[in-house]
């Protein structure tokens, strides 16, 4: 497979942005979906399971918005309008949550956008909740925190697309700045997509991509030839 000879325009990244993240996003909800009629019914069947809902997960981390396949509309209007693509924490759209980790009720993982049009700068950040239920905890979940983002340019330790630790307050001796670790991303659309990877591996990738209409499937390049 060979990259087109033409760079795309800042239009084509922005617009494929938006496709392969309303692809994540109903990939996500018939995920979620399935596993809480799964796991649903075996708590049914046996009370001490400790098997949770989705619903049950989100009220255990947090009062937040949850961005769902059908707000993703708005937000593509909206973001075609306004030149950003941007949802997450103290946003109307609230977070995407991302499909169940290792068919598990116990793990949320959240994503949160800012991308702008003109310069296709960009941050993914990633939450990713683990419930402490049935485990002897002083907390009600644990988490861990991402970020996958653009170049800075006016620092040159970081002028390169990469992923970095974000410091919490409970885990307030992890290094904010290093390891800046980095990626093979050239774009936003890539580096949207080595997140997925990082998280779900090479065969969801393919499987999500294959014959999905409208998608440019050439930033596939950029990650390993077992996902292409």
Not at 171 to 200: E, K
């Amino acid at each position: 497979m060979s990259r087109k000879s033409k760079t795309p325009s800042n239009s084509h990244h922005f617009d494929q942005l938006l496709l392969y993240l309303e692809l994540f996003q109903r990939y996500s909800d018939r995920e979620w979906t399935a596993l809480d009629e799964s796991l649903l019914q075996r708590r049914a069947a046996d009370r001490r399971s400790g098997v949770i809902s989705r619903n049950e997960l989100v009220e255990t981390i947090g009062s937040f918005n949850i961005l769902t396949s059908a707000s993703f509309e708005s937000l593509r209007k909206r973001s075609r309008t306004s030149g950003e693509v941007v949802f997450g924490e103290g946003n109307s759209f609230g977070y995407m949550m991302l499909p169940p980790y290792n068919d598990s009720l116990k793990s949320a993982i959240l994503l949160s956008s800012e991308c702008f049009k003109i310069t296709m700068e960009y941050r993914f950040a990633v939450d990713v909740y683990i419930s402490t239920a049935g485990v002897a905890d002083d907390y009600p979940y644990r988490r861990a925190s991402y970020r996958f983002e653009s170049p800075h340019h006016e620092s040159s330790s970081h002028d390169y697309h990469h992923m970095q630790f974000t410091s919490l307050e409970e885990v307030n001796w992890l290094l904010d700045g290093i390891p800046c670790v980095p990626t093979n991303a050239g774009d936003a659309v890539a580096q949207l997509l080595i997140l997925f990877l990082s998280f779900y591996g090479a065969q969801n990738i393919r499987k999500l991509v294959t014959g999905t209409q409208g998608l440019d499937t050439t930033y596939i390049e950029f990650l390993p030839p077992s996902c292409q």
